[in-house]
């Protein structure tokens, strides 16, 4: 695909440090249009300060961050309206209706209103929750709140995405269609940064996968390049060679019996 090669996002010797922990240690990245990424890493790795620093959350880093060719400390707003985003925790105000809610994200990204009813009911049926549409968001179950997530951060047709743990509590059925979902976006060009401790998925969905050990990136390629390379099966057993993991037996063993008192 020619459209591959056009360049994203560029990062450039990003650090970022919250105090005295250094958390990002000079992350060098180039992402170009259709890509689906699978951002990986151990908790605590810097995965969610890489994507708030991309989205402007946080600003007081160091380095370089270009997004479609935007210098994002230059705090220009050109490129934010080209950005969805599904958050790791849902900050969303659950003291309103999915449709106000809709509505709300709607106006911010400048859809007019009659778009927005449109595409709102029409996505909520496609998910299977349009009976919620009017529903405050406070009584929805933990998947129909997802749902609702993924809606939002993909009602205006943005070109970059950024999905943090985005299948949290979604049903099997709704997985199949989300996963369809990303390929054809990344199919019409979009670049999709996909975050995710679920390495089955990550593997499956991914065109290139980057691995964030303490602040670096340590592994940067498809899945059968990094299966290559360390001569491991599956991306789990990557992930736990490359992030120096073999204990986990022990630390169960261990664990079971501190409960158990022994
Ligand atoms: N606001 C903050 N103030 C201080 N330290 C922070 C703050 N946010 C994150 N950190 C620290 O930065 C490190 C990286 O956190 P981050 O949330 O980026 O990790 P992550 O890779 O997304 O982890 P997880 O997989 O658990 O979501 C952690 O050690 C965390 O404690």
Do not use: C, W
């Amino acid at each position: 695909m020619e459209n591959n090669r056009q360049q994203v996002l560029l990062i450039k010797d990003l650090r970022m440090s919250y105090g005295e922990k250094t958390v990002l240690k000079g992350i060098n990245l180039e992402v170009h249009k259709g890509e689906i990424i699978g951002y990986i890493g151990a908790n605590g790795a810097g995965k969610s300060t890489t994507v708030k620093i991309l989205l402007g959350i946080i600003n007081d880093f160091q380095g370089e961050v270009h997004i479609f060719g935007e210098d994002i400390s230059k705090n220009g707003v050109g490129y934010k309206g080209r950005i969805g985003y599904v958050p790791e925790t849902a900050e969303i105000f659950d003291n309103l209706t999915a449709r106000e809610y809709l509505t709300f994200i709607g106006e911010v990204y400048g859809l007019d209103q009659e778009t927005v009813e449109k595409r709102s009911l029409k996505l909520m049926e496609l998910f299977s929750i349009s009976e919620a549409l009017h529903g405050r968001i406070s009584s929805f179950s933990k998947g129909m709140k997802q749902k609702l997530l993924i809606i939002a951060s993909l009602i205006h047709n943005p070109d970059i995405l950024f999905f943090d743990e985005p299948l949290s509590g979604l049903d099997a059925n709704s997985v199949m269609i989300f996963k369809e979902i990303l390929a054809e976006l990344a199919r019409a060009g979009k670049t999709i940064f996909y975050s995710s401790h679920i390495m089955e998925v990550v593997e499956k969905i991914s065109n290139r996968i980057i691995l964030l050990n303490n602040g670096e990136i340590v592994a940067d390629g498809t899945f059968e390049e990094l299966k290559t390379k360390s001569f491991e099966g599956s991306l789990e057993e990557i992930f736990n060679q490359l992030t120096g993991f073999k204990k986990y037996k022990e630390i169960a063993d261990e664990f079971v019996s501190t409960i158990q008192g022994v």
